[in-house]
């Protein structure tokens, strides 16, 4: 079964630097999405993109990430300089074409970004 | 806003227990619902998903059923095992494309 593929698994990145976390979504779908996972807490919603352009983006989403798709097959989320507190596991998902609701979206194994 | 709430864990079991995690949502208009299980060391796996509203989700054993009236979505296993030990997070997908997640659940079961 396609799957969703990220990397690195793991980034260990000094505070003020700024990291690229890398995702392959699944070949043909449309869709892309990142979410955090703050150590202990819920999932949350980043960002969506969708024909090269942002579609929604959450209140975390400020002017310090930014997502593009560079070539046809990765996705990927900037941070341009990190702080102590983006230390997360990042998720990348995609969806095809179809009612949301009949395309479940496919996540990732995450990377896990560690700011130190 | 829309949102997601499920009990709070650990819920810890016997192997071969019943199973229930509640989860209770709020949105606008009909969204679907679903259930994502998180192992050990990975990423989210889709476990089940339900649409409109009396859809009974199913999967690996574990059923979820659709219930507009209470807005709920509780996830029932009759007999869980060691290997179901994992996070559990109930979500919605409303309005828009992104999907909206519970706190999420940790289960352990006991051999």
């Known amino acids: 079964e396609p799957e969703v593929t990220q990397t690195p698994s793991h980034q260990v990145t000094q505070m003020g630097q700024e990291v690229i976390l890398r995702c392959v979504p699944i070949s043909n779908h449309l869709y892309f999405y990142w979410y955090r996972q703050i150590l202990g807490q819920k999932v949350e919603f980043l960002v969506s993109?969708?024909?090269?352009?942002?579609?929604?983006k959450s209140e975390i989403f400020d002017d310090q990430f930014s997502v593009e798709r560079p070539d046809g097959s990765n996705f990927t989320l900037k941070i341009r300089s990190t702080k102590l507190e983006d230390s997360a596991m990042y998720f990348c998902?995609?969806?095809?074409?179809?009612?949301?609701?009949?395309?479940?979206?496919?996540f990732g194994d995450g990377t896990r970004l560690s700011i130190l | 806003g829309d949102s997601v709430t499920q009990m709070e864990g650990p819920v810890t079991l016997s192997e071969e227990a019943f199973l229930t995690i509640n989860c209770t949502y709020t949105?606008?208009?009909?969204?679907?619902l679903f259930w994502y299980v998180q192992y050990p060391g990975e990423g989210l796996q889709l476990l089940l998903k339900?649409?409109?509203?009396?859809d009974k989700g199913s999967n690996k054993g574990f059923e979820a059923t659709y219930r507009k009236e209470t807005t709920s979505f509780h996830l029932e296993k009759g007999s869980v095992q060691v290997s179901d030990s994992a996070v559990y997070f109930c979500?919605?997908?409303?309005?828009?494309?992104?999907?909206?997640f519970g706190s999420g659940t940790r289960l352990s079961i006991r051999p």
């Open positions: 998902a995609s969806h095809g074409e179809g009612a949301w609701g009949n395309q479940p979206q496919h």
């Open positions: 339900a649409t409109k509203a009396d």
């Open positions: 949105a606008t208009g009909y969204p679907s």
């Open positions: 979500a919605l997908r409303g309005g828009a494309s992104k999907i909206i």
């Open positions: 993109f969708y024909n090269n352009e942002i579609s929604e």
